[in-house]
């Protein structure tokens, strides 16, 4: 697998801001890095498969695919590991993309500062009243893990994202 380069220049820094900031908030004994690629879908007869290349270059509607990198890094396990990572600035979160085995998945649409499963976010409009949210206002998507993660165990976490 081919990983992002965060480089400087201007459209990676961009991508890249809200991902940088998720390595930020895990606890002592667990590193957490996010990465950002390509899908393009492969061309050719039988069954649809999709490739992931670095997102060297990408334009408005290019989906790219996240992965959660959560490493403990000590030799004991650690319980109520929670991961964090911010849907990066210019992109939009695909419904029903967020994947992580043994994870309890939820979002955020008000930059972080609350969780819930998808079906209870609520945006409340000016007047008062609140809306269904939908993927499009989702800032920050958490995972928590169910179980212990062991000893110097890396668990894997994703998402997909639209450039807008």
């Known amino acids: 697998m081919t990983l992002l380069s965060f480089a400087p220049i201007a459209l990676l820094a961009v991508l890249a801001a809200g991902a940088a900031a998720a390595q930020n908030v895990a606890p002592a004994g667990i590193s957490q890095t996010t990465t950002g690629e390509l899908q393009t879908r492969r061309a050719g007869g039988g069954p649809v498969r999709f490739d992931l290349s670095p997102a060297n270059h990408v334009v408005s509607g290019d989906e790219l695919v996240y992965t959660v990198e959560i490493r403990n890094t000590t030799p004991h396990p650690i319980e109520g590991v929670v991961a964090v990572s911010p ?78």
């Open 87 to 164: 849907i990066p600035e210019k992109m939009t979160y695909l419904a029903g993309s967020a994947s992580g085995p043994g994870c309890d998945i939820e979002f955020s649409v008000d930059g972080g500062g609350s969780f819930a499963a998808a079906k209870d976010l609520t945006i409340k409009l000016p007047a008062g009243q609140s809306r269904p949210a939908v993927a499009a206002d989702y800032t920050h998507i958490r995972w928590k893990l169910k179980f212990a993660l062991s000893g110097r165990a890396t668990a894997y976490a994703r998402f997909r994202a639209v450039l807008k």
